[in-house]
């Protein structure tokens, strides 16, 4: 039982480029979501998801598509890279209402 | 979601209860207060969540007041692995779906 993982663990983008943030829980979780973190800022929600196939907004989501094709995997997509998208970015998974989630342990996003 | 108000930071000796407070004056009665914490450069962690009544697991007891105006999250044995932010976090459940807002939370060092 591997949890949440999230892969690469670090990444350096030049602007315009696009790449995919990949995450994969094995727990069987119905919910996943993907934050972002800035100094100063406290994490913000960027998409999620109730399940597969249904995915919603949150509350920085440009620049950012998702998709989720299974249970297992939520893809964060960057579009064309920003330097304002460097960031830690985590994924989170969880089951039901009253549980709390998993967080992954983070990507390191860099925007040059 | 109603806001919270914590201390910015804490310090507490090693062996001895970590008391961590939290405000939320503005909680309606159908919001949750829910605790995770944050390592350095790690994930956030999960700890415990609550209603209406006093709640406590493994890692820590929750105390929420008769009003529910404000709570306490207790380490009953603090070690140097606890030093961490803590963030407390009032959540509303629309239906099976709800996010997390998180706030700065509380740096709590725990000093040998």
């Known amino acids: 039982n591997a949890g949440v993982t999230q892969t690469p663990k670090f990444q350096v983008l030049k602007t315009g480029q696009s790449m995919t943030l990949q995450c994969a829980q094995d727990m069987n979780h119905e919910y996943m979501s993907w934050y972002r973190q800035d100094p100063g800022m406290g994490l913000r929600l960027i998409h999620y998801?109730?399940?597969?196939?249904?995915?919603d907004q949150g509350e920085v989501p440009n620049g950012y598509n998702v998709s989720r094709s299974t249970t297992e995997d939520f893809p964060l997509r960057l579009l064309s890279a920003a330097p304002s998208q460097t960031s830690v970015y985590f994924c989170?998974?969880?089951?039901?209402?009253?549980?709390?989630?998993?967080f992954g342990s983070g990507t390191r996003l860099t925007v040059v | 979601d109603a806001k919270t108000t914590q201390p910015t930071s804490m310090d507490c000796a090693e062996g001895r209860a970590a008391n961590l407070p939290c405000n939320h004056s503005?909680?309606?009665?159908?919001?949750?207060v829910y605790w995770y914490r944050q390592i350095h450069s790690q994930g956030p962690q999960y700890i415990i969540h609550g209603l209406k009544n006093n709640e406590t697991n493994e890692m820590a007891s929750l105390i929420i007041t008769e009003d529910r105006k404000s709570s306490t999250l207790i380490l009953p044995h603090a070690t140097l692995r606890d030093t961490a932010v803590y963030y407390c976090?009032?959540?509303?459940?629309?239906?099976?779906?709800?996010?997390?807002?998180f706030g700065k939370g509380t740096l709590l060092t725990v000093n040998p």
């Open positions: 998801s109730v399940g597969a196939g249904i995915t």
């Open positions: 976090i009032v959540r509303v459940a629309t239906g099976s779906n709800y996010k997390l807002t």
């Open positions: 989170a998974s969880r089951t039901g209402t009253n549980y709390g989630y998993t």
């Open positions: 503005t909680i309606s009665g159908n919001e949750y």
